[in-house]
């Protein structure tokens, strides 16, 4: 599914800063088995990406609401015998109501939504609208995250719990909420009204399954009259007894198997037709040109109507046709490799040979098997994998496509066995699918880099890909030492994607001091990647770098510290460090960035000697606690300054 409620907004939620919930010392409850949410006293964690960076949440009741924004009228666009049932679908939403209407696939269920959509925004309505989003099952567990993004403004990395959900939205009233193609039971459909109480939802969905049948609409074939009237608007004619006869209506909507989207394609096939734009002016009105019955296959009219396309156009189709995933227009010239290609969406859409809904085109089944039919090349993986790559790493690129694209293209280049490909693009990908909260395709996308750097013979790569796929694993599929070790990380480095990797060896070599504390620590610093600030010098490395990377790369482990005197010399020796290193940085963000983080170093050594060590908690406990605390700063160490010095990533 895809929001078309507007891009996320608003600032991450500020952490707390009670002591009892904040920091590496925190109190960490692991209930039950490794799978499930993880626990943490009374709450339950999750992690969200929000302002360019992961962060934890205990539960979504830490998170402000955002405001709903108004819900989106469509483009106006004629329906032909539905006013009846749009009516009543408004009628029943506007008594706090929820709807649905049900029927199979292309039958028109969509246009009647956004009919109703209309007249709701009519009344400034506010709300959220859900699509369906590539290679994502539509299950309640990702209902729930998908619903949870929409009214929190932030990407969830994992299930959100119902219960929790249900009290932070128990406050929302007046809210309207669509999903389209819908697939959950009757049972599951209830419960998300009882989740959702202060909410009137419409849902589009093969079958009935809206526990109130009195509001489940069944959604019938265009009638006859209908599909006349419906031909005639796209024609701009007033077709009479013999102008249909000469089209071969009859059999045209047999043909189009009770779906409208085929009716207007068979239009824009008609106006094609050299017939048609040689027919005479003298010509009556209502009688157009007759049409040859042997061409009237939908999949016929789509082909004519393809082989027609500009070249710009015909690439896009097949383009679509070739990763079968939705595309933003701004994507086409990427993904083609043609740079004419942005602007080919109003002509393929003119053509009615895809769809367009929330900001993307969507071919056509007719239009797919058309493209076979004319045995067209697909779309290079390695033209399009240089595309998005480059995309994805400029500062002014797009709003990322579907991540589901970007595995596609991944799984294109290694059944092609283009290893060095695949490796580059999953560097760029794997970080643009978390950010998107599509953990699931991340770690997929990071199998496919490591199968790559195995058969590449990429070693730093595969070292890479082993590390990301297993911390990313561990956040993902419940591993709950593993990510509650996690929750001293509460902002992702910004570093650039070639550096990546670097960071994941330079955090394993961290983690071998206490691999429970420290096991998926990995998985919450990667984010998108950005570009290094600073400009080397001559040399490679900015003056005072070299200084720095020798101070903060620990010659002791954490666990070699057992009381807060040894954390407070080691605090105070990497601030005496960091201050030498900036004296020497002739760069103003390179010493800006070393005396921030000396500073830093200096007042929690402070803070944490002032603290002093219980007496009446266990020498082995405090040690534990004290490696924790450790660890923690060592790596806001890397975070804060490998954007300045990125050699301290090598």
């Known amino acids: 599914m895809s929001g078309e409620a507007g891009p996320l907004d608003g600032p991450a939620a500020q952490m707390s800063q009670d002591p009892a919930r904040s920091?590496?010392?925190?109190?960490i409850v692991v209930h039950g088995d490794v799978q499930g949410n993880v626990s943490t006293g009374d709450y339950t964690l999750n992690v969200i990406y929000a302002d360019g960076k992961?962060?934890?949440t205990e539960s979504v009741l830490e998170l402000p609401l955002r405001e709903t924004p108004p819900l989106r009228a469509p483009a106006q666009a004629d329906l032909f015998g539905r006013d009846e049932i749009v009516e009543q679908a408004f009628r029943q939403l506007t008594e706090g109501t929820s709807v649905q209407l049900y029927g199979p696939a292309d039958i028109g269920k969509k246009a009647i939504a956004e009919a109703v959509h209309r007249k709701l925004a009519a009344q400034g309505q506010r709300g959220h609208v859900l699509s369906p989003r590539a290679g994502e099952t539509g299950t309640l567990e990702i209902l729930y995250q998908r619903l949870a993004e929409a009214f929190f403004g932030k990407s969830f990395l994992r299930g959100v719990?119902?219960?929790?959900?249900h009290e932070a939205v128990a406050d929302v009233s007046d809210v309207h909420v669509t999903v389209f193609d819908c697939e959950l039971g009757r049972e599951d459909v209830a419960r998300v009204l009882h989740t959702f109480p202060g909410c009137t939802f419409l849902f589009t969905s093969p079958y009935p399954t809206l526990p109130d049948t009195a509001a489940a609409h069944q959604v019938q074939p265009l009638a006859r009259a209908a599909a006349i009237e419906l031909l005639s608007s796209e024609l701009g004619l007033a077709l009479g007894p013999v102008g249909l006869q000469n089209l071969q209506f009859d059999h045209a909507y047999r043909m189009a198997d009770d779906k409208p989207q085929r009716l207007r394609q068979y239009a824009e096939f008609i106006k094609g037709s050299d017939q048609w734009r040689a027919r005479a002016a003298r010509e009556p009105h209502d009688q157009p040109p007759p049409v040859d019955p042997d061409r009237l296959s939908p999949r016929h009219q789509a082909e004519a109507l393809a082989v027609a396309l500009s070249e710009p156009a015909r690439s896009v189709l097949v383009a679509l046709a070739t990763f079968g995933v939705p595309l933003p227009a701004a994507w086409f010239a990427p993904v083609t490799g043609d740079p004419r290609a942005a602007d080919a969406g109003p002509e393929l859409y003119d053509r009615r040979l895809v769809t367009y809904s929330a900001g993307t085109y969507q071919i056509t089944e007719d239009a797919a098997a058309a493209v076979r039919n004319q045995n067209w090349a697909p779309t290079a993986a390695a033209t399009a994998a240089e595309g998005l790559t480059a995309a994805l790493a400029a500062k002014a690129g797009p709003p990322g496509p579907d991540p589901y694209l970007l595995l596609i293209v991944a799984r294109a280049l290694s059944e092609t066995q283009q290893w060095v490909l695949v490796s580059r693009l999953v560097k760029t990908a794997a970080p643009t699918a978390l950010a998107a909260g599509r953990g699931q395709i991340a770690l997929r996308l990071y199998v496919l880099g490591k199968v790559a750097a195995t058969h590449g013979g990429m070693t730093k790569d595969l070292k890479y890909y082993v590390s990301a796929e297993e911390q990313i694993s561990n956040l993902l599929k419940g591993d709950k030492l593993a990510v509650a070790a996690a929750l001293a990380l509460v902002a992702a480095p910004v570093v650039p994607t070639a550096k990546i990797g670097s960071l994941f060896s330079y955090l394993?070599?961290?983690?071998?001091?206490?691999?429970?504390?420290?096991?998926?620590?990995?998985?919450?610093?990667?984010?998108?990647?950005?570009?290094?600030?600073v400009v080397a010098s001559g040399s490679g490395v900015p003056a005072g770098c070299d200084e720095a990377k020798q101070i903060i790369v620990a010659k002791s482990q954490p666990t070699e510290m057992r009381a807060t005197k040894d954390f407070v010399a080691r605090s105070r020796q990497v601030a005496s460090g960091l201050n030498a290193a900036a004296a020497k940085a002739t760069d103003a963000k390179v010493?800006?960035?070393?005396?921030?983080?000396?500073?830093?170093?200096?007042s929690v050594a402070d803070a944490k000697e002032r603290e002093g060590d219980d007496p009446d908690i266990h020498p082995d406990v405090v040690a534990a606690l004290i490696a924790g605390k450790a660890l923690h700063e060592e790596i806001k160490d890397v975070q804060e300054i490998s954007p300045v010095c990125s050699n301290v990533l090598e």
């Open 591 to 602: 010493k800006s960035a070393l005396q921030s983080r000396a500073n830093e170093r200096n």
């Open 23 to 27: 920091g590496a010392e925190r109190s």
């Open 54 to 56: 992961f962060v934890e």
């Open 508 to 533: 394993a070599k961290l983690a071998t001091a206490n691999t429970a504390a420290t096991a998926g620590t990995a998985a919450v610093v990667v984010a998108a990647a950005t570009t290094v600030v």
């Open 161 to 165: 719990d119902e219960t929790m959900l």
